[in-house]
């Protein structure tokens, strides 16, 4: 049975930081990229960051480049999400999700390439 068990979330001033956990199961996680992705109350689910399966290659969203730092351990099946100098608008429930390895590198920002999720995981940060 596959698992993404999302942690790490909780609330933080502007300017801080997080670091936000996924811990994957029931699937060969190192060959899976894995990516994370966002929905904030009254919004549509959008996309954070994405990590290939040996984590050579990532990709992020223009608007966390230079704060956000996607990352993972194949060997303890987890990837990471570091937030850095967050801000109110990061504000939202958190989701890890992972790909089948077959046309992830040619829509790694579209959800609907991505085949498990997780339950998600609340930030809220303060202004």
């Known amino acids: 049975q596959v698992q993404l068990v999302e942690s790490g979330g909780g609330l933080v001033q502007a300017g801080g930081s997080l670091r936000l956990s996924c811990a994957a199961s029931g699937f060969t996680f190192s060959i899976f990229p894995m990516g994370w992705f966002r929905q904030a109350p009254g919004k549509e689910r959008e996309f954070v960051a994405a990590i290939s399966w040996s984590g050579g290659s990532t990709v992020a969203a223009d608007s966390v480049k230079g704060r956000f730092t996607i990352s993972r351990d194949n060997a303890k099946s987890t990837v990471y999400l570091q937030m850095d100098s967050l801000k109110p608008e990061d504000t939202a429930v958190y989701y890890c999700?992972?790909?089948?390895?077959?046309?992830?590198?040619?829509?790694?920002?579209?959800?609907?390439?991505?085949?498990?999720w997780g339950q998600g995981t609340q930030v809220t940060v303060s202004s």
């Open positions: 999700a992972a790909s089948a390895p077959a046309g992830w590198s040619k829509a790694p920002r579209w959800s609907g390439t991505y085949d498990y």
